[in-house]
């Protein structure tokens, strides 16, 4: 049975822009998962192009038209559908983009450690910073769900992501030039952790300057249904009251409201107003109802008398 | 001796250099350090004007353009860019 999200991960979705559940797989299916890539020491690699023919070659991950339904689109007992079948995957996809979600692509990255880069006297870089996959205005959204099945220690890099840039809209790798954002993170987990993004969210891979190899497995997932209270069924959420702004009462205990209004580090002093009022708009969207507001930041400005 | 160039870019909190650093970004032209993406979490220096204090000369810096109408609230790149240089000679 999906467990669907609560109200509080949706707020910290539509705040943040993503979401993660660590050690969620168990380790036989993580163990099931790296057998069936034929992982292998960093020795035994010849070439990249080598390493994911061979992959692509013996490994149960299909090929997958874009726009099949996730629930057609992995063998049956495959580690992969084992993983999209457990509760909370499937529950917080159901959230996100419904129970009819299709998928847009998938890909296994690896990220090899310096040793390879050695060995090919190759210069070992980051990825830049992007937005996948192309200037997307819609207020849809898709997600991209990540499947770490090994550690990722500090060293091995992680995916690099800049929380609460998902609203920004930008065209790919337009955002290179940033090489460090304040506040930037990486996803340094244990085995079998999973990470949901919001299709928008600014990220990159980190340099692995480990001895191992990474792997991150992503899928894209569109919804084709309205992403409107998708993890309340019920209809139970009502938006809070006003409550009083900048002379405030400290006492009062934190709402979903605080999870909607934290700001980032990285946000100007000008702009990260309108990044409030985005995920004011984006919350509106998600709840139905479509004149909420929260600290008045979209009622000030609708409040149109001419 | 040749000249080389080292390029910092600021991206600040407020359109001007008294601004808090919130992104940044180096280019060394020397050849002495590579660096790249992800390589530091602390910024190099708290404001855009402790950077001319130390010696960075600005060449560059964004301009404010008002927001289209209708797009008022469009969010998108960081705002406030300044490009610095060094010049350093040496033997490179």
């Known amino acids: ?43 035994e690699v010849d070439s990249v192009q080598d390493y994911y023919r061979n992959i692509k070659a013996t490994s149960s991950i299909p090929r997958i038209p874009a726009g099949t339904k996730l629930k057609d689109a992995y063998p049956k007992g495959s580690p992969l559908e084992k993983i999209f079948a457990h509760e909370v995957v499937d529950g917080a996809i159901k959230s996100l983009v419904g129970s009819n979600t299709i998928i847009d692509h998938q890909f ?48 091995m890099g992680g995916t690099r992501y800049h929380p609460g840039t998902h609203l920004r809209i930008v065209n790919e790798f337009g955002i290179a030039k940033y090489q460090n954002i304040l506040g930037q993170k990486s996803i340094v987990c244990k085995p079998g952790t999973i990470g949901i993004f919001h299709s928008g969210l600014w990220h990159g891979a980190g ?23 998708l993890w309340d069924p019920e209809k139970k959420y009502q938006p809070l009251p006003n409550r009083a702004l900048y002379w405030t009462d400290e006492s009062k205990d ?29 919350w509106r969207l998600l709840t139905g109802h479509k004149k909420m507001d929260v600290d008045y930041w979209l009622t000030r400005i609708e409040n149109e008398l001419y | ?91 490179f």
């Open chain 1, 254 to 282: 934190k709402t979903i409201n605080d999870i909607l209004m934290r700001s980032y580090p990285w946000q100007e002093a000008d702009t990260n107003r309108l990044d409030k009022i985005n995920v004011v708009k984006f």
């Open chain 1, 108 to 155: 296994l990255h690896i990220t090899f450690p310096t040793k390879y880069f050695k060995q090919a006297n190759q210069r070992q870089m980051s990825q830049q910073n992007h937005q996948d996959s192309t200037i997307d205005p819609r207020s849809t959204f898709d997600v991209q769900l990540f499947y770490f099945p090994t550690e990722v220690t500090k060293a």
């Open chain 1, 1 to 43: 049975m999906a467990k669907l999200l609560t109200t509080e991960q949706m707020a910290e979705f539509a705040n943040s822009g993503c979401l993660f559940f660590d050690e969620l797989i168990d380790e036989q299916t993580n163990k099931e998962f790296l057998d069936d890539i034929g992982h292998t020491e960093i020795d």
């Open chain 2, 1 to 91: 001796m040749a000249k080389r160039q080292k390029v910092l870019v600021l991206y600040l909190k407020l359109p001007s250099l008294e601004g808090e650093v919130i992104s940044w970004a180096t280019f060394d032209g020397t050849g002495k350090k590579l660096h790249m993406t992800g390589d530091s979490d602390e910024p190099p220096y708290p404001t855009g004007l402790d950077a001319l204090l130390d010696g960075w000369r600005l060449f560059q810096a964004s301009q404010a353009i008002p927001e289209h109408p209708g797009q008022e609230f469009r969010t998108s790149y960081l705002k406030h860019e300044f490009f610095f240089e060094k010049l350093e000679e040496g033997d």
């Open chain 1, 207 to 229: 340099v692995n300057f480990s001895e191992n190899i990474r792997y991150m497995f992503k899928v894209r997932l569109q919804p084709t249904e309205k992403q409107e209270l």
